[in-house]
């Protein structure tokens, strides 16, 4: 059974940190694409940032140069570290696990909700 459970989430106020978990099982990590999207109220789901199985990341111009996303394939992790949170990342934030040569083979995690408000 493939899980992606995401920890982390919280609120924050404007300028703040938070660090994103999320723990896979169930599939061979290493050859999974990693990313995080967030859904704002009325918005559709977009891409935050994400991160090829040989570590290549990208980002949203968004979250240029506030968010870091890593992967550690020993323990089955990514992590979205988030600094200098604005109001408008307020969102659930989802875990998204690709397979590298299947693309459709995909995973989703049950979404963990990100408040930023002063």
């Known amino acids: 059974q493939v899980q992606l459970v995401e920890s982390g989430g919280g609120s924050v106020q404007p300028g703040g940190s938070l660090r994103l978990s999320c723990a896979a099982s169930?599939?061979?990590?290493?050859?999974?694409?990693m990313g995080w999207y967030r859904q704002a109220p009325g918005k559709q789901r977009e891409l935050v940032a994400s991160?090829?199985?040989?570590?290549?990341?990208n980002y949203a111009d968004s979250v240029k140069g506030r968010f870091t996303i890593s992967r550690d394939n020993a323990k089955n992790t990514a992590t979205l570290q988030m600094n200098s949170l604005k109001p408008e990342d307020t969102a659930v934030y989802y875990c998204?696990?690709?397979?590298?040569?299947?693309?459709?083979?995909?995973?989703w995690g049950q979404g963990t909700r990100v408040t930023v408000s002063s």
């Open positions: 998204n696990a690709r397979q590298v040569f299947f693309r459709q083979v995909e995973y």
């Open positions: 169930g599939i061979m990590f290493s050859a999974y694409d």
């Open positions: 991160i090829t199985n040989g570590g290549m990341t």
